[in-house]
């Protein structure tokens, strides 16, 4: 009875999460701070414990270099994180609570405690996916971009010029970075500077490799538009054995698939029909 009290207790608090986020949304418009996802779920549950008291002590990691890398999501900030973690230590906890109850001490401990340890953790995981997402689409993109900014610069246009028409031709994450790094450039950063906190911003290797081929363009002389043409060859080599990669780990992932799901549900229907037409056969023998 407590186990299924429990249950409901959780039901209960996402109900109520998505009901305050719905609240937030028509406050604050579509586009305000709760705009999004199940982390922004998790947050609204999060806001409205914190106004009871209740906290939680954040991990002793910074989490600024993986908003970036997600793009900052509109209406997730690090405050965002803080909420979401504990409307999550609160979702994931009451089944932890309910594990706890039903399977005994040293199982139902050890699923509570991973349950729990999955909560407080959860806003962490979630940004690293939607980080990593977002670097995978911008190194994608990046080989192109490099080909066009070569092309520009080939051209005798110069390199700001070049980055601001690459930004709006690739379009995407990496457009909106090239575009900020324009930005940035007209106010009077230093250009090596700019282009390596680009690739540290995104992850990328080859916007990585860009920033490289300028210092060793202004420190030697090579021509800026082989050594980028070069680059985005490399990066398409590059991309190329990372899918081959890829695939080669997918294959035994998808025959231990094969072998332990689709061969026994495949085998399920034949095994009912001979064990049926065997009982028929015992049956007519009686």
Same mark, same amino acid.
Request: no cysteine; net charge positive; glycine share 8%.
């Given at each position: ?180 790094? /324009?930005?940035?450039?007209? =106010? &009077?950063?230093?250009? *090596? !500077?700019? %282009? @390596?906190?680009? #690739?540290? +911003? ?12 300028? /210092?060793?363009?202004?420190? =030697? &002389?090579?021509?800026? *538009? !082989?050594? %980028? @043409?070069?680059? #985005?060859? +490399? ?25 332990? %799901?689709?061969?026994? #549900? ?21």
């Amino acid at each position: 009875m407590t186990t299924l009290l429990l249950l409901a207790v959780a039901g209960v608090a996402l109900t109520e999460a998505h009901r305050a986020l719905r609240q937030e949304r028509r406050l604050n418009g579509p586009d305000g701070r709760s705009r999004g996802s199940s982390l922004a779920s998790l947050a609204a549950l999060g806001r409205l414990a914190r106004r009871t008291g209740i906290t939680l002590p954040a991990p002793p990691f910074d989490r600024s270099h993986l908003l970036d890398r997600a793009g900052r999501p509109a209406g997730i900030d690090a405050a965002t994180i803080v909420d979401s973690r504990l409307g999550a230590v609160i979702v994931f906890g009451l089944p932890a609570a309910a594990a706890l109850l039903m399977l005994g001490r040293m199982t139902g401990f050890l699923a509570a405690a991973a349950s729990l340890l999955f909560g407080w953790l959860y806003p962490d995981l979630w940004l690293r996916a939607a980080a990593k997402r977002r670097s995978d689409m911008v190194e994608r993109s990046a080989p192109l971009a490099l080909d066009l900014i070569a092309a520009t610069v080939g051209a005798g246009v110069a390199l700001d010029d070049a980055v601001a028409a690459a930004s709006k031709a690739v379009g995407g994450p990496l457009g909106e970075e090239l575009e900020r790094t /324009r930005r940035t450039l007209g =106010l &009077g950063s230093r250009r *090596a !500077d700019e %282009l @390596r906190n680009l #690739a540290e +911003r995104t992850g990328s290797p080859s916007l990585a490799r860009l920033a490289s081929a300028l /210092r060793i363009s202004e420190r =030697l &002389g090579v021509p800026l *538009a !082989d050594n %980028l @043409r070069r680059q #985005a060859a +490399r990066a398409r080599v590059d991309r190329s054995r990372r899918v081959q990669e890829q695939a080669a780990n997918a294959a035994p992932r998808i025959l231990l698939v094969v072998v332990f %799901l689709l061969v026994p #549900a495949a085998l399920i229907p034949v095994m009912t029909a001979l064990g049926l037409a065997a009982a028929g056969a015992a049956g007519s023998f009686l």
